[in-house]
Protein backbone atom coordinates (compact mmCIF):
# COMPACT_ATOMS: atom_id res chain seq x y z
CA UNK A 1 0.00 0.00 0.00
CA UNK A 2 0.76 3.59 -0.19
CA UNK A 3 3.03 4.98 2.95
CA UNK A 4 5.34 7.97 3.56
CA UNK A 5 8.18 7.75 5.70
CA UNK A 6 9.65 10.61 7.65
CA UNK A 7 12.79 11.26 9.42
CA UNK A 8 12.34 11.30 13.52
CA UNK A 9 12.38 13.88 15.45
CA UNK A 10 13.04 16.23 16.81
CA UNK A 11 15.31 18.39 15.22
CA UNK A 12 17.25 20.77 17.03
CA UNK A 13 18.91 23.70 15.14
CA UNK A 14 20.58 27.09 15.64
CA UNK A 15 18.87 30.33 13.88
CA UNK A 16 20.34 30.46 10.26
CA UNK A 17 21.48 26.78 9.81
CA UNK A 18 20.62 24.77 7.01
CA UNK A 19 17.82 22.76 7.23
CA UNK A 20 17.27 18.93 6.00
CA UNK A 21 13.67 16.96 6.76
CA UNK A 22 14.09 13.95 5.00
CA UNK A 23 10.98 12.08 3.55
CA UNK A 24 10.63 9.34 1.43
CA UNK A 25 7.07 7.25 -0.02
CA UNK A 26 6.08 4.19 -1.75
CA UNK A 27 3.58 4.19 -4.13
CA UNK A 28 1.86 3.18 -7.21
CA UNK A 29 1.65 5.45 -10.22
CA UNK A 30 2.58 9.18 -9.94
CA UNK A 31 1.18 10.57 -6.81
CA UNK A 32 1.24 14.39 -6.07
CA UNK A 33 3.52 15.10 -3.15
CA UNK A 34 3.20 17.70 -0.11
CA UNK A 35 4.56 19.21 2.98
CA UNK A 36 2.29 20.76 5.45
CA UNK A 37 2.88 22.35 8.44
CA UNK A 38 1.81 22.84 12.21
CA UNK A 39 2.69 25.61 14.82
CA UNK A 40 1.86 25.21 17.83
CA UNK A 41 -1.62 25.43 18.24
CA UNK A 42 -2.73 26.15 14.95
CA UNK A 43 -3.89 23.94 12.31
CA UNK A 44 -2.06 22.29 9.51
CA UNK A 45 -1.23 24.35 6.54
CA UNK A 46 0.13 23.51 3.31
CA UNK A 47 3.36 24.49 3.02
CA UNK A 48 4.70 23.14 -0.50
CA UNK A 49 3.33 20.99 -3.16
CA UNK A 50 4.84 19.17 -6.41
CA UNK A 51 2.30 17.16 -8.36
CA UNK A 52 4.96 15.50 -10.94
CA UNK A 53 8.56 13.95 -11.15
CA UNK A 54 11.08 16.92 -11.50
CA UNK A 55 8.76 19.71 -10.39
CA UNK A 56 10.18 21.89 -7.41
CA UNK A 57 7.81 23.41 -4.77
CA UNK A 58 9.07 26.36 -3.23
CA UNK A 59 7.60 28.57 0.08
CA UNK A 60 8.48 30.54 2.54
CA UNK A 61 12.61 29.76 1.56
CA UNK A 62 11.38 26.21 2.16
CA UNK A 63 11.94 24.06 -1.33
CA UNK A 64 11.52 20.17 -2.19
CA UNK A 65 12.31 17.90 -5.73
CA UNK A 66 9.67 15.42 -6.10
CA UNK A 67 12.74 12.71 -7.17
CA UNK A 68 11.03 9.71 -8.52
CA UNK A 69 13.91 7.88 -9.09
CA UNK A 70 14.99 7.84 -5.20
CA UNK A 71 11.04 8.32 -4.09
CA UNK A 72 12.19 11.11 -2.19
CA UNK A 73 10.92 14.56 -1.38
CA UNK A 74 12.92 16.07 1.34
CA UNK A 75 12.57 19.52 2.78
CA UNK A 76 15.12 21.55 2.80
CA UNK A 77 16.22 25.43 3.49
CA UNK A 78 18.63 27.18 3.63
CA UNK A 79 18.83 29.54 6.86
CA UNK A 80 15.94 28.65 9.58
CA UNK A 81 14.69 31.05 11.85
CA UNK A 82 13.44 30.78 15.62
CA UNK A 83 9.46 31.21 14.08
CA UNK A 84 9.86 28.27 12.09
CA UNK A 85 10.09 25.62 15.13
CA UNK A 86 7.27 23.90 14.30
CA UNK A 87 5.93 19.99 13.85
CA UNK A 88 6.29 19.21 9.65
CA UNK A 89 4.32 16.55 7.81
CA UNK A 90 5.22 15.06 4.64
CA UNK A 91 2.09 13.64 2.45
CA UNK A 92 1.19 11.97 -0.45
CA UNK A 93 -2.28 11.89 -2.54
CA UNK A 94 -2.13 8.66 -5.07
CA UNK A 95 -2.73 9.31 -8.61
CA UNK A 96 -5.82 7.09 -9.91
CA UNK A 97 -8.81 8.94 -8.45
CA UNK A 98 -8.10 8.40 -5.29
CA UNK A 99 -7.99 11.80 -3.01
CA UNK A 100 -7.18 10.89 0.43
CA UNK A 101 -3.97 12.31 1.86
CA UNK A 102 -1.27 9.80 3.53
CA UNK A 103 0.78 11.59 6.08
CA UNK A 104 4.20 10.79 7.74
CA UNK A 105 4.19 11.01 11.37
CA UNK A 106 5.45 14.22 11.53
CA UNK A 107 8.91 15.57 12.04
CA UNK A 108 9.45 18.71 14.91
CA UNK A 109 11.45 21.26 14.15
CA UNK A 110 12.80 23.32 17.22
CA UNK A 111 14.91 26.61 16.30
CA UNK A 112 17.46 28.22 19.21
CA UNK A 113 18.32 31.95 18.71
CA UNK B 1 -10.39 35.46 4.63
CA UNK B 2 -13.35 32.24 5.39
CA UNK B 3 -11.10 29.59 6.27
CA UNK B 4 -12.34 25.79 7.71
CA UNK B 5 -14.24 26.13 10.70
CA UNK B 6 -14.56 23.62 12.87
CA UNK B 7 -16.47 23.62 16.27
CA UNK B 8 -16.40 23.27 19.24
CA UNK B 9 -12.85 23.33 19.49
CA UNK B 10 -12.68 21.23 22.69
CA UNK B 11 -14.86 18.56 23.82
CA UNK B 12 -14.37 16.53 27.32
CA UNK B 13 -16.94 13.68 27.39
CA UNK B 14 -17.47 10.41 29.45
CA UNK B 15 -17.30 7.15 27.93
CA UNK B 16 -20.07 6.04 26.50
CA UNK B 17 -21.43 9.06 25.66
CA UNK B 18 -22.40 10.42 21.77
CA UNK B 19 -20.49 13.48 20.52
CA UNK B 20 -21.07 15.57 17.37
CA UNK B 21 -18.59 17.65 15.65
CA UNK B 22 -19.55 20.34 13.19
CA UNK B 23 -16.74 20.86 10.15
CA UNK B 24 -17.68 24.54 7.87
CA UNK B 25 -15.76 24.19 4.55
CA UNK B 26 -14.36 26.66 2.73
CA UNK B 27 -17.48 28.41 0.65
CA UNK B 28 -17.66 26.45 -2.57
CA UNK B 29 -15.58 23.57 -2.27
CA UNK B 30 -17.32 20.98 -3.39
CA UNK B 31 -15.01 18.08 -1.14
CA UNK B 32 -15.05 17.68 2.48
CA UNK B 33 -12.83 15.31 4.30
CA UNK B 34 -12.42 13.88 7.73
CA UNK B 35 -9.29 13.08 9.44
CA UNK B 36 -8.24 11.51 12.74
CA UNK B 37 -4.74 12.75 14.51
CA UNK B 38 -3.23 11.06 17.65
CA UNK B 39 -0.36 12.60 19.40
CA UNK B 40 2.98 12.06 17.86
CA UNK B 41 1.10 10.47 14.42
CA UNK B 42 0.41 12.28 11.51
CA UNK B 43 -3.72 12.70 10.15
CA UNK B 44 -5.24 9.22 8.91
CA UNK B 45 -7.78 9.42 6.54
CA UNK B 46 -11.69 8.61 7.64
CA UNK B 47 -13.91 10.26 4.86
CA UNK B 48 -14.66 12.21 2.47
CA UNK B 49 -17.93 13.95 0.75
CA UNK B 50 -17.74 15.05 -2.72
CA UNK B 51 -21.00 17.48 -2.21
CA UNK B 52 -23.26 15.44 -0.43
CA UNK B 53 -22.53 11.56 -1.55
CA UNK B 54 -20.09 10.00 1.00
CA UNK B 55 -17.44 8.60 -1.48
CA UNK B 56 -14.92 6.67 0.36
CA UNK B 57 -15.20 5.44 4.27
CA UNK B 58 -11.85 4.14 6.28
CA UNK B 59 -11.99 1.15 8.09
CA UNK B 60 -10.29 3.27 10.57
CA UNK B 61 -14.84 4.20 10.57
CA UNK B 62 -15.75 2.12 12.80
CA UNK B 63 -19.87 1.45 12.94
CA UNK B 64 -20.29 3.82 15.57
CA UNK B 65 -18.88 6.30 13.57
CA UNK B 66 -21.07 8.33 11.46
CA UNK B 67 -20.73 12.00 9.03
CA UNK B 68 -23.11 13.49 6.98
CA UNK B 69 -23.16 16.59 4.65
CA UNK B 70 -26.66 16.31 3.93
CA UNK B 71 -26.95 20.15 2.12
CA UNK B 72 -23.59 19.53 0.46
CA UNK B 73 -22.06 22.50 2.40
CA UNK B 74 -21.36 21.63 6.47
CA UNK B 75 -20.71 18.19 7.85
CA UNK B 76 -20.84 16.55 10.91
CA UNK B 77 -19.20 13.68 12.56
CA UNK B 78 -20.99 11.82 15.09
CA UNK B 79 -19.11 9.36 17.27
CA UNK B 80 -21.99 7.05 19.27
CA UNK B 81 -21.52 5.40 22.63
CA UNK B 82 -17.39 6.71 22.73
CA UNK B 83 -14.46 5.10 24.09
CA UNK B 84 -11.30 6.45 25.75
CA UNK B 85 -9.40 4.81 22.57
CA UNK B 86 -11.39 7.58 20.45
CA UNK B 87 -9.72 10.74 22.14
CA UNK B 88 -7.72 12.48 19.54
CA UNK B 89 -7.74 15.71 17.03
CA UNK B 90 -10.21 15.19 14.68
CA UNK B 91 -9.38 17.45 11.57
CA UNK B 92 -11.55 18.62 8.66
CA UNK B 93 -10.32 19.95 5.48
CA UNK B 94 -12.08 20.94 2.01
CA UNK B 95 -11.25 21.25 -1.41
CA UNK B 96 -11.97 22.60 -5.11
CA UNK B 97 -12.68 19.05 -7.24
CA UNK B 98 -11.58 21.53 -10.17
CA UNK B 99 -7.85 22.55 -9.17
CA UNK B 100 -5.40 20.64 -10.48
CA UNK B 101 -3.70 18.92 -7.57
CA UNK B 102 -6.99 19.21 -5.53
CA UNK B 103 -5.37 20.53 -2.34
CA UNK B 104 -7.02 20.17 0.92
CA UNK B 105 -7.58 23.00 2.76
CA UNK B 106 -7.54 21.93 6.84
CA UNK B 107 -9.43 23.25 10.00
CA UNK B 108 -8.07 24.31 13.37
CA UNK B 109 -9.56 20.92 14.71
CA UNK B 110 -11.64 19.06 17.05
CA UNK B 111 -9.90 17.82 20.37
CA UNK B 112 -11.92 15.14 21.62
CA UNK B 113 -10.70 13.84 25.42
CA UNK B 114 -13.14 10.88 26.48
CA UNK B 115 -12.88 10.15 30.12
Known amino acids: GNSVTQMEGPVTLSEEAFLTINCTYT??????LFWYVQYPGEGLQLLLK?????DKGSNKGFEATYRKETTSFHLEKGSVQVSDSAVYFC????????????FGAGTRLAVHP | DTGVSQDPRHKITKRGQNVTFRCDPI?????LYWYRQTLGQGPEFLTY????????KSRLLSDRFSAERPKGSFSTLEIQRTEQGDSAMYLC?????????????FGPGTRLTVL
Open chain 2, 93 to 105: ASSLVDESTDTQY
Open chain 1, 27 to 32: ATGYPS
Open chain 1, 50 to 54: ATKAD
Open chain 1, 91 to 102: ALRSSGGYNKLI
Open chain 2, 27 to 31: SEHNR
Open chain 2, 49 to 56: FQNEAQLE
